[in-house]
């Protein structure tokens, strides 16, 4: 069992960026797969990047490729997601999860409690 816990959002212009961090208060992050998915209001849970055990290997959903960039650090028990160029439609709750073996949600096990992320246009 991996307990996860999101950090770094807040409000941010148009434009600019936020680095997210992501911890393990229990267990390790070394045997699993990470990624980042995120909810707008009156929207079901997106997919946003993943990264590989090792972090050799990273996918992203086309609305972030070129933006957004997830990286790890297993000796530090820790997953990143560094956004930049940030849209008003990047606003929403971001969540970390552990397990996962695709972009599709409900494939992952372990799940944070969120983060907020506001852009302002």
């Known amino acids: 069992q991996v307990q996860l816990v999101e950090s770094g959002g807040g409000l941010v212009q148009s434009g600019g960026s936020l680095r997210l961090s992501c911890a393990a208060s229990?267990?390790?992050?070394?045997?699993?797969?990470m990624g980042w998915f995120r909810q707008a209001p009156g929207k079901e849970r997106e997919f946003v990047a993943r990264i590989s055990r090792a972090g050799t290997s990273t996918t992203y959903a086309d609305s972030v490729k070129g933006r957004f960039t997830i990286s790890r650090d297993n000796a530090k028990n820790a997953v990143y997601l560094e956004m930049t160029s940030l849209k008003p439609e990047d606003t929403a709750v971001y969540y970390c999860?552990?397990?996962?073996?695709?972009?599709?949600?409900?494939?992952?096990?372990?799940w944070g409690q969120g983060t907020q992320v506001t852009v302002s246009s």
């Open positions: 229990s267990g390790t992050f070394g045997g699993y797969k």
């Open positions: 999860a552990a397990g996962g073996r695709s972009s599709d949600w409900y494939q992952y096990d372990y």
